[in-house]
């Protein structure tokens, strides 16, 4: 078994020193999604030959998943193109010719009710009831009026009162219930209805943050989140398009998929030497390959000459292989850094980064897609919105298991059936879609017609002939949809996620203990035999960085926000490397 060497001459800049033995970097990103492509794409075009993708499972995309049936094309995961004004996503899809405009206007009043510019949302209540055009209206005047004002806390800096509870939810509720109430013009029997919408609202508000609960989102935080100015926009052929033409620019011996990595070992200071017993890839590795992947003259990826050169960071992944890194982008979600973060890093993170992890939110958002043979709906609806009635006192979104379906906010209607057919789109959010996901498809479909044939009235509305539902939840490769801000954190929790390690201000008391070594497994005949002892006087700068939509902080939860923070974290080894590539090394 090899031994780690300390450098003897630890008073040369460490990264200079690895840079003249090896010419190139090695950067190992762990997830395809937006975020991982978007890296390596950047690294790639400005010159990193030795650069590796890693991806869990048996696709790219990550949560952009595109599923077609027929002639149409459903969207499991991201939808829209939020933003069109300085979106990279919207000017990577208008520039190919994908585009098709679903809102008017700059900012969609609906803001989840996007398949059609065209026709109204058909409220309806439990007792199989049209809630009137007018009241609708007022009452959505009313809501927006004061979800503009959750805004404000934070754009304004305006404090928040503890009655607030520093909840959107809580906020929102009682502001909107207290004007309800103290309206003179409105009978009781309106104010009950409007009083009961206002549940029905929080519901869509918690699918659009992947929240449980409303009750649970930030309040002095919310107006950080930016809207890009500009209509909202689908892609007919599919979200996934926008991935493809991402991973057209690399090259296929890049990515690695079904991959999943176990441990990312980082700050093993004089790192780890290579000798040829530990030659941690095999024979089949495509990263040796120069292929199309190299620039010019420059050496074949992965070919390292120094026996004994050392490498600060140590990726283990399942199946037990182990590859040397000198950089590592991990771009997985936030639902997995909370299962797994305690396992996934050796050393342990810094205690700030694992308080930002706790402290951040993020929930299941699911759809339902609902295929029927023929439309029960009128031409003018562009969704059914459920309204019950008897939640009007609720200060609550949480149901009991088996009341999970009291979750579905509403269907949508896809839009226009001569590309979807009579498709219904459902949402489902928090602990609830959880419950949904473990049920099979038949009793879902079979709940959901119910509800359908109860808000609707018509007792004669058959099942539909097909179901397609996603489960981002319970799916461990991402443990949930996307980021928020929840209540007890605030942006600067997402700049914590997204901080390099080492933290070079104050690397030996924030890294946490460096005497932690690669596990005993690791040792096995089965795995390449190394011994990880630190050295403390070379410490490498950015072993680990972090990507994903939790990671930046205007745009977290959106696809915009996954490839900028790709984008971000490639930039930030492309100007460390700046002058190794200028000089044409």
């Known amino acids: 078994m090899q031994s780690c060497e300390s450098s003897g001459d630890s008073a ?35 010159g990193f030959t030795d650069v590796t993708v890693l991806e869990a499972s048996s696709r790219i995309g990550g949560r952009v998943q595109s599923v ?6 459903f969207e499991l995961g991201a939808t829209w193109i939020h933003g069109s004004h ?34 109204v949302a058909c409220y309806l209540t439990n007792r199989g009831c049209r809630v009137p055009k007018d009241v609708v209206e007022e009452f959505s005047d009313l809501y927006n009026e004061v979800y503009n004002l959750t805004q404000e806390f934070f754009r304004h800096g305006k404090p ?59 309040l002095s935080a919310f107006g950080e989140w930016t809207e890009i100015p500009g209509a909202h926009h689908i892609i007919p052929s599919g ?34 030497p290579r000798g040829p017993e530990i030659e941690p890839r095999g024979e089949g590795d495509h990263n040796h390959d120069a292929g199309e992947g190299s620039q010019g003259g420059e050496e074949p990826r992965g070919d390292r000459q120094d026996e004994d050169e050392q490498w600060p960071v140590v990726v283990e992944c399942e199946d037990c292989e182990v590859i040397p890194a000198d950089h590592v982008i991990v771009t997985v979600s936030l639902g997995v850094l909370k299962r797994q973060y305690t396992s996934f890093f050796r050393p342990s993170l810094p205690a700030e980064k694992v308080a930002a992890i706790h402290r951040l939110g993020i929930g299941t958002t699911d759809k339902i897609f609902l295929e029927f043979e023929e439309p029960f709906w009128g031409p003018e609806c562009n969704s059914l919105q459920f309204v019950w009635e008897d939640e009007a006192e609720s200060r ?29 789109s459902g949402w489902i959010c928090g602990e609830e879609a959880l419950v949904m996901e473990k049920c099979d498809d038949e009793a879902v479909a079979e709940i959901c017609t119910e509800m359908l044939r109860q808000f609707t009235g018509n007792p004669n509305i058959p099942k539909p002939r097909r179901i397609l539902r996603s489960a981002w939840g319970s799916n461990p490769y991402f443990r949930g949809s996307y980021s928020y801000t929840q209540v007890g954190s605030s942006g600067a929790d997402v700049e914590k996620l997204a901080k390099p390690l080492p933290y070079t201000e104050s690397s030996k008391t924030a890294q946490g203990s460096s005497s932690e070594q690669l596990p005993g497994h690791l040792l096995s005949s089965k795995c390449p035999e190394q011994s ?5 006087g070379s410490i490498k700068p950015m072993q680990v960085l972090f990507s994903g939509e939790a990671t930046h902080r205007k745009y977290y939860s959106t696809t915009h926000g996954a490839l900028l923070s790709g984008q971000r974290e490639a930039a930030r080894l492309i100007e460390m490397y700046r002058d190794l590539f200028q000089q044409g090394t």
């Open 12 to 46: 040369d800049d460490p990264l200079s020193r690895g840079l003249r033995r090896r010419g190139q970097p090695r950067v190992v990103v762990i997830g395809a999604g937006l975020a991982g492509l978007a890296a390596a794409k950047a690294l790639l075009e400005q």
């Open 68 to 73: 077609k049936l027929g002639h149409a094309t």
């Open 86 to 119: 300085g979106n990279p996503i919207y000017h990577l899809a208008e520039a190919n010719g994908l585009l098709e405009e679903t809102t008017d206007g700059e900012r969609s009043v609906g803001r989840i009710s996007l398949y059609s510019k065209n026709g």
């Open 160 to 218: 928040v009162n503890a009655e607030s509870q520093n909840s959107v939810g809580v906020f929102t509720r009682e502001e909107v219930r207290n004007r309800i109430r103290n309206d003179p013009d409105d009978p009781e029997a309106t104010k009950r209805l409007k009083l009961a919408m206002i549940q029905q609202y929080l519901k869509v508000e918690s699918c659009e943050s992947s929240s449980h609960s409303m009750d649970e989102v930030s």
């Open 239 to 272: 979200f996934m398009r926008v991935v493809e033409l991402l991973a057209e620019g690399i090259p296929a011996h890049v990515i690695q998929l079904g991959k999943p990595v176990r441990c990312v070992h980082w700050d093993q200071a004089s790192g780890c």
């Open 396 to 424: 609550t979104l949480t149901y009991p298991p088996e009341l999970w379906y009291r979750k579905i906010c509403g269907f949508d209607v896809l839009y226009p059936p001569e590309r979807y057919g009579h498709v219904l």
């Open 532 to 536: 990880l002892e630190p050295n403390r």
